[in-house]
């Protein structure tokens, strides 16, 4: 794991001998169910250390140190695939409170296979559609902090994901390539939706052969109950600047 290590300490985080194993356990698992069902393409063990588990670690840095301390500390990961960012993040810190969701029912049953083979506490695994579980009060405004990886364009991503975000908190979405058009795109979305940029930060880690960036966006009101639409159409139909509509 020495990728992930290098990678681990550009970021000013040191890996204990435990949390080396548990990802080792991780890659291995990964690869293994790979083979049966569709998790990933990426599977070499150097490009998994970076593009998957060191990738996921960089949401740190969105974090602010007074919550990353906090034991209890309520986060969610919408559209986990295979677990990521959410259940790297978790082995770097244990203390915090997650939910993963995943709609593809065979990815969930890795994602519950590896939590469990990990003994990893106080995660829920959902099987669910963002859309769907937005609307249950259990999770609606509930978490400090929303986490989702590259799961759709911005407009799209944010009426998934903010209406989790309860005010005060935080939605973080992890992109590459480039970013400025698609963020003007979602400004729209963002004020609908009750959330305000924070920041985009750039990410230039030496394992990296390509920029990427956290953006990062506060819930500073309530999201209108209507949101996220039902299933499928904040894809089809983005809440954005040059299209106009939110039907």
């Not at 490009?47 to 990353?68: E, G, I, N, Y």
């Not at 990521?84 to 995943?102: A, N, Q, R, T, Y």
């Not at 009750?194 to 506060?218: H, K, Q, W």
Request: glycine letters at 6%.
């Amino acid at each position: 794991m020495d990728k992930l290590i290098e990678g681990a300490h550009e970021l000013g985080i040191e890996l204990s001998s435990r949390q080396i194993e548990l990802f080792q356990t991780y890659y291995r698992e990964l690869v293994e169910w790979n083979k049966k069902i569709n998790l990933t393409t990426i599977t070499d063990h150097s490009s998994v250390q970076v593009r998957h588990f060191l990738d996921s670690l960089t949401v740190t840095l969105a974090l602010p140190v007074a919550d990353v301390k906090k034991r209890g500390l309520e986060v969610i990961d919408i559209g986990t695939g295979a677990g990521f960012p959410g259940v790297p993040l978790k082995i770097l810190l244990p203390g915090l409170s997650l939910v993963l969701i995943e709609p593809t029912a065979k990815k969930t049953s890795f994602i519950q296979h590896i939590i469990h083979l990990l003994g990893l506490e106080d995660v829920e695994v959902l099987n669910s559609t963002a859309e769907e579980a937005a609307h249950a009060l259990t999770y609606r405004e509930h978490f400090s902090v929303v986490l989702s990886r590259a799961v759709a364009r911005l407009p799209t991503l944010v009426e998934l994901s903010l209406p989790f975000c309860r005010i005060g908190g935080r939605f973080i979405a992890q992109k590459k390539g480039e970013i400025n058009h698609e963020i003007a795109q979602a400004e729209k979305a963002i004020a609908t939706l009750g959330g305000r940029l924070d920041r985009v930060t750039e990410l230039r880690l030496s394992a990296f052969t390509e920029v990427r960036y956290l953006v990062i966006i506060d819930k500073i009101s309530p999201t209108p109950e209507r949101y996220p639409r039902r299933p499928g159409m904040p894809r089809r139909r983005p809440i954005q600047e040059v299209n106009r509509y939110v039907a």
